[in-house]
């Protein structure tokens, strides 16, 4: 099922799907790959959709800047002809609490599960976005927000390129936290 499918921003369009699926078919990579291929299919009217990767590992569909995320029972895509865009889908779990300390830094905030798992996200779009770099979870740092909106921006400082306020969207549900960025 399309849940999203839409113009975010000139030249950038944002898709989600829910996977509909037994629970013992989520996790299959085969599964996710036709889902995501589904989405992006929808997504550019297109039935032909060959994905490429440029020499950082970051996909490309033809010429068009794109991002892929899937987790159990969600794919995103997020897409533009001429920014950089980044995309993470994650299901709702405690199994960010267990790791907060391998990708939360000491001067960012880490007060609750919600925060917890919208900078998990968050940090994975700034990875997606910046895949040239390769960035470290602590080479950005994702300043303090408001999780009661449920939806929103937050700023991060990507600190090796000396980036502040790189704008991440976001918005948290009872099934998944969606972030994505685009520059």
Known sequence: MILRNELIA???????????????ELRSMKNQRQ??????????????????????????????N????HTRGFVAVIMSESKSVGVD???????????????IRED???SSHAVRLITWSAKETLYKLFSEHHLG??????LPFDTNAGS?????????????????????????????SYL
């Not at 794109?66 to 995320?69: E, Y």
């Not at 980036?163 to 972030?179: A, Y």
Request: charged share 25%.
């Open 66 to 69: 794109i991002s892929i995320s």
């Open 137 to 142: 979870y602590f080479d950005a740092r994702v």
């Open 10 to 24: 000139p030249d950038v369009r944002l898709g989600v799907m829910q996977m509909e699926l037994a629970p013992s």
């Open 152 to 180: 929103g921006i937050l700023k991060a400082d990507v600190l090796p390129m000396n980036l502040s306020d790189v704008n991440v969207f976001w918005q948290l549900t009872s099934d998944f936290v969606l972030t994505y």
């Open 89 to 103: 889908i994650e299901y709702e779990s405690n199994r960010v609490d267990n790791v907060a300390s391998r990708f």
């Open 108 to 110: 960012e905030d880490s």
């Open 35 to 64: 889902a995501v291929g589904q989405l992006i299919r929808v997504m550019t009217g297109c039935d032909d959709v060959k994905i490429e990767h440029n020499s950082a590992g970051k996909p490309l569909l033809d010429g068009m």
